[in-house]
C-alpha cells in the first residue's frame, strides 16, 4: 500500500529545516532505521555530500539514520532496497534529469507503489504528479521527459503563491501561469501552499496543515480546498 | 547589421501594451510599413488571432500595420521575406516549440543577423539569448531544445526581480534560480528589470531605460550595471 507525505516546502519561515513536519514524520518512518535520501535537487547548487549532511542532522532528531543516494554504485538497487526514502527540494529540471541518467525513476515509482514510505519536500513533491510541467523552477538542464512518477494522479504546484494584489510586478501570477498549463494539458494542478502537505495511503490522499489549497482543473473556475480534504 | 529592441516587459504598472517604448520603436521600425508579429508565446492562453489583434491596434499609433506569423502557410518564408519583426511574449516554452515546429529558428536567426530590425518582449526577449534557461515560465509544452537564437552572446531574464526582503514566502528568489543556473553553465545572465530594454546595433549592445540591471556570470558576486552600459 503506498504511504506518502507530499510537502509543499521543507521550511516554514523562521522554522528550521522540516521542523514543522517533524512530528508527522516521526510515525511516518517509524519502522525505518536508516533513510535513503536522494539530494538530486541541489538546492542553490549545494553538493549531494553537503545536503546528505543537513538532512542528517535534522533527522538525528527522530533518532533515523540517513544515507545519501549518491553514495551508492547501483542507485536503482539502493533505492529497491530502501526502508524509507526522502527526496529534497531544489531544482526540478535537475532532479527529474538525474532520476532518468541514473536509471531510478522507474524503480522509485515501483518501491513507492509496493509500500516503501516516502517523503517528497518541493520539488521531491512535484516529482510525484503525472508530469513536472506545473513547477516553479529554471530550466537549468535539459531533462530527456518531462514525466514524472505519477504516484498521485494529478500535478502539483509547490509553495503556491497567491497574486499579490500590492505588487506592480507585471510578470505572470502562478495562476496565469497554471492558466497556460491549461490552455494545453488536462491534468489537474494543486496549488500547495507552504505548511500544507498531502497524506497518501494507499488511494486515500487527504490534504493536511492549517491551510486551505488551490484546485485547478481546465476550463473551470479554481476552488480553495478545506483541510481535511479527501481526493 | 543586426537591430534590435530586447525589451523586459511589454507593458509597465499602470502603463497600457507598449507605450513607455512606443517612441523608440517608431525610430526602430522606421523603413516598415508592415511588422511581422510572432503570437506564438499566447500569453494566459490567448488565441494567435486575438494577440495579433491586440498588437496590431497598438501599432496603429505609430501608423504600423501588423500581420501574424500565424496567418502564413510558409512561416519560414514570412520572416525572411518580412520588413521588421516583433515576437510578443507569454510563455517561453511555447514559443520555442512552436518556433522549431514550424521551422522558423534558423530562419529567424539567420534574418536578424542580416539586419531586419527585431523587437522583443519578455518570452520574445528571451529567445535573442543563447538558451531558454533563464526564463520564469512553466514548462507547459517540451521543447525540442533549450538553444536559442544566440544573437546576442549572454542569456536573460526578463522580469527581473529583487528579493522581496519583507516577504515569508521560502521559495527560491530569481537570484537563487540563477545561482543554481550557474552551477551548470557559464553563459552570462542578465536580469533586466521591467521598464529596462536593450539596444542592439550590430556588435554593439546597450542598456537603455530608467533602471539598472543585475549582471551574472559563475563563480562571481552579481553587479548592477547603470544605463547606458556597452556590453
Known amino acids: 500500500m503506498k504511504k506518502l507525505i507530499i510537502a509543499s516546502t521543507s521550511t516554514l519561515h523562521g522554522g528550521s529545516y522540516l521542523d514543522y513536519i517533524l512530528p508527522v514524520l516521526e510515525n511516518h518512518f517509524k519502522d525505518c532505521e536508516t533513510i535513503l535520501f536522494i539530494p538530486y535537487a541541489r538546492p542553490g547548487g549545494i553538493s549531494h555530500d553537503e545536503y546528505t549532511q543537513k538532512v542528517a542532522e535534522t533527522f538525528t532528531k527522530i533518532n533515523k539514520k540517513v544515507v545519501g543516494l549518491h553514495q551508492f554504485d547501483n542507485a536503482a538497487k539502493a533505492v529497491e532496497q530502501a526502508e524509507g526514502i526522502f527526496t ?50 529554471m530550466p537549468i538542464i535539459y531533462p530527456p521527459s518531462f514525466k514524472t512518477l505519477g504516484v498521485i494522479p494529478f500535478n502539483l504546484n509547490p509553495h503556491y503563491l497567491d497574486p499579490d494584489l500590492q505588487s506592480k510586478h507585471m510578470g505572470e501570477t502562478r495562476e496565469t501561469r497554471i492558466k497556460e498549463f491549461h490552455a494545453f494539458n488536462d491534468i489537474p494542478v494543486l496549488g500547495l501552499r507552504e505548511g500544507s502537505w498531502l497524506e497518501v495511503n494507499g488511494e486515500k490522499i487527504t490534504l493536511k496543515g492549517d491551510l486551505t489549497a488551490r484546485w485547478f482543473t481546465a476550463d473551470n473556475i479554481p476552488v480553495e480546498l478545506e483541510t481535511g480534504t479527501v481526493f
Open 88 to 137: 529534497g527540494g531544489g531544482n526540478t529540471f535537475l532532479l527529474v534529469t538525474q532520476l532518468y541518467e541514473n536509471n531510478v525513476m522507474d524503480v522509485l515509482r515501483n518501491t513507492i507503489e509496493n509500500g516503501t514510505p516516502y517523503l517528497g519536500s518541493s520539488a521531491g513533491s512535484n516529482i510525484t504528479g503525472i508530469s513536472m510541467q506545473t513547477t516553479n523552477d
